[in-house]
């Protein structure tokens, strides 16, 4: 039972959506369930020291599963971390606020333990009753469960008669509570993760064209194999933010200080060229897939043709707009690129208009800073009024749509980041893989 790890998993191919095995094909009556979440939520500190949620999206989306299941009278040990303690016990990063909204959220009571694994948990899931929450403690703070430690699994399992997965976000971690679980429980997938299998798929599998992608953000590492995939089934991909200065700068346009790459957490990434990677899919992308209006062809990936810049990043006066072409090398001043514009702005917005099916996963620059978010807002406004199935990913992006009050103009929002891009990228997920038919 040697965990999967990362480095082993490889392109898969999939037939029109990914078969789950889930948690209504099977009678869960009075059972007892070991259900993973994903309620790594953003927090801070209130007024009186308290931890407080900032949003509960992701615990909202839980909800349907967690409903579903209490009416079956089952009784539920959640599982979920929230932040980064790699094994050590943080304050900041207990579960209790996360179980008092989801009480708030149900009405009804969430009980907590202070610990992951050990006799109070273990009393704690023999007695929970059916009908009844139970919230074990963070379990990053099991020195296991990242390493995906079977042992740590086979303890968490012993509490349980079910395990069901909601958490797609993080089922591309072979972790011990996404993957090794598995090993010792019949295992199902929950409605939220059921309906992110199914909206995705929807991209790779058959999607309506013409099929336009927006992929931006900061990192192109990140996005890799989601490009290099897309490409195989979009007809346009839109690059924006520091994605597409990798772009700007293969096609031997000068960045000058823009944003390239930061520091590659996958360390089988590190080898990886960027500038030639991109070089490569320019290469292969200069004959056109789309018509643009019925008879422009365009190149299958399209770069910004104009840019926002600045000389230091929050001297907002001394932004001013670059045409981009190779001669821009010939500028005098240390540029950095901080948003697209207004000229991309308008072809982008124009591209969109004519598609069926959208994809957007990542800023178009850095919105955060009102002076630099017009063209993430014209990106994200074209896209809320396209006539198309609109499915957007990633954290940062769901952050932009918050910051226009565009929340509920898309079909889809996805709150999972790396996992909906590893899926598009063809990659089998270890958390998906014992779920699937």
Not at 319 to 342: C, F, R, S, W
Request: proline share 4%; hydrophobic share 40%.
């Amino acid at each position: 039972m040697t965990p999967l790890n990362s480095r082993e998993r490889h392109p898969v191919r999939r037939g029109f959506f990914m078969k789950l095995k889930s948690i209504k094909d099977i009678d869960v009556s009075g059972k007892k369930i070991l259900l993973k979440v994903d309620y790594n939520v953003p927090l801070s500190k209130n007024s009186k020291g308290q931890m407080q949620i900032m949003d509960d999206t992701r615990i909202q989306i839980s909800l349907p599963t967690i409903r579903y299941l209490l009416s079956k009278n089952c009784a539920v040990i959640l599982m979920s971390h929230v932040g980064r303690p790699d094994g050590e016990i943080l304050e900041d990063c207990r579960m209790k606020p996360m179980a008092n909204h989801l009480a708030h959220l149900l009405n009804q009571p969430v009980s907590t333990v202070n610990e992951v694994i050990g006799d109070q948990a273990a009393g704690a899931a023999k007695n929970l009753l059916p009908g009844g929450l139970l919230m074990l403690e963070n379990n990053r703070f099991a020195k296991g469960e990242t390493g995906n430690d079977l042992t740590l699994a086979k303890t968490l399992a012993s509490y349980a008669d079910i395990f069901v997965n909601d958490g797609f976000s993080l089922s591309h971690r072979a972790h011990a509570s996404v993957e090794g679980v598995t090993h010792f429980l019949p295992s199902y997938a929950g409605l939220a993760l059921i309906k992110e299998v199914e909206m995705l798929s929807k991209l790779t599998d058959h999607p309506q064209h013409p099929f336009v992608a927006v992929v931006g953000g900061a990192k192109i590492s990140d996005k890799v194999d989601a490009i290099k995939n897309l490409r195989k089934v979009a007809d346009v991909i839109l690059v924006g933010g520091g994605v597409a200065n990798n772009f700007l700068k293969a096609e031997g346009v000068e960045v000058f200080h823009s944003y390239l790459q930061d520091v590659v957490a996958d360390e089988t990434k590190k080898s990886v060229d960027y500038i030639e990677f991109s070089k490569k899919l320019m290469d292969d992308a200069k004959q056109g897939k789309m018509l643009l209006d019925g008879f422009i062809p365009l190149p299958q990936i399209i770069y910004p043709v104009d840019v926002y810049s600045v000389t230091k990043l929050k001297k907002t006066d001394s932004i001013h707009l670059v045409n981009v072409t190779k001669e821009v090398i010939q500028e005098k001043q240390a540029n950095m690129y901080i948003d697209i514009g207004p000229k991309t702005q308008k072809l982008y917005s124009h591209i969109i208009s004519q598609a069926k099916t959208i994809f957007w996963n990542g800023p178009m620059g850095i919105f955060e800073i009102k002076e630099y978010a017009a063209g993430t807002k014209a990106v994200a406004n074209a896209i809320a009024g396209a006539n198309a199935t609109t499915i957007l990913g990633g954290g940062d992006t769901i952050n932009a749509i918050h910051q226009f009050g565009l929340d509920a103009e898309y079909d889809y929002v996805s709150t999972s980041g790396g996992a909906s891009l590893e899926f598009l990228g063809g990659l089998e997920l270890p958390g998906l893989k014992p779920l699937t038919l």
